[in-house]
């Protein structure tokens, strides 16, 4: 059982460049998250989907953007990096939508310069 | 506003001692769930447990046990005779029915051999 893998498991990117970090499930979960971890801050939402075809706007979204084209995918992209987005991101996924357990992939490190 | 609060940036504990870690939340939701993730040095989160707001039984899984008290707003955590393995960071978080899992800044765990 895979459960959620993400990639790629480190990057260092300059400033400017456009990035996309994947995220696939393949517990048929409906819903999804894409989560970003900074020291003292713990975690804080950025998108989420609730299921395939639907997104919404998490606490932090600006500068990242998101698409849900199946159940088992949840890309996150920035258009155009800032130092700022250094950080680790995370994807999640429930069952469904509600209060079910999240379950968390391993997370992607980057570091914008 | 709905918050997490966990107090404890840091504690060392010397192997085989207990320790209580501590997580207290807000919420005007009556109906909400609370969990407990760990993450240990390789970086992944590990959910640990949940908790709805209806079921303020105390829960014991090996040497985890779980102290929920709607009366003070508080889920703590404590680990008996603790050991080596685990050292980590311990996150709280708090779900009250939207799609955000409201996380606590963590207190990092380390047990001393």
């Known amino acids: 059982i895979a459960g959620i893998t993400q990639a790629p498991t480190s990057q260092i990117l300059a400033a400017g460049r456009r990035m996309t970090l994947r995220c696939t499930q393949d517990m048929r979960h409906n819903a999804m998250y894409w989560y970003r971890q900074d020291l003292g801050l713990g975690l804080r939402l950025i998108h989420y989907s609730n299921t395939a075809g639907t997104t919404g706007k998490g606490e932090v979204p600006d500068g990242y953007s998101v698409s849900r084209a199946n159940t088992d995918d949840f890309p996150l992209t920035l258009a155009s990096a800032v130092p700022s987005q250094t950080s680790v991101y995370f994807c999640?996924?429930?069952?469904?939508?509600?209060?079910?357990?999240?379950?968390f992939g391993p997370g992607t490190r980057l570091t914008v310069l | 506003a709905q918050k997490v609060t966990q107090a404890q940036t840091e504690i060392s504990v010397v192997e085989k001692e207990d320790v209580t870690l501590d997580c207290v939340y807000e919420t005007r939701d009556t109906t909400y769930y609370l969990f407990w993730y760990k993450q240990p040095p390789s970086g992944e989160l590990v959910f640990l447990i949940r908790r709805n707001s209806f079921d303020e039984q105390n829960e014991i899984s090996g040497r985890y046990s779980w102290n929920f008290q709607k009366s003070t707003s508080s889920f703590n955590f404590t680990i008996t005779a603790s050991q080596v393995v685990d050292s980590a960071v311990y996150f709280c978080a708090l779900n009250f029915g939207n799609e955000k899992l409201t996380f606590g800044t963590g207190t990092r765990l380390t047990i001393i051999p």
């Open positions: 999640a996924s429930r069952i469904a939508a509600g209060r079910d357990t999240q379950y």
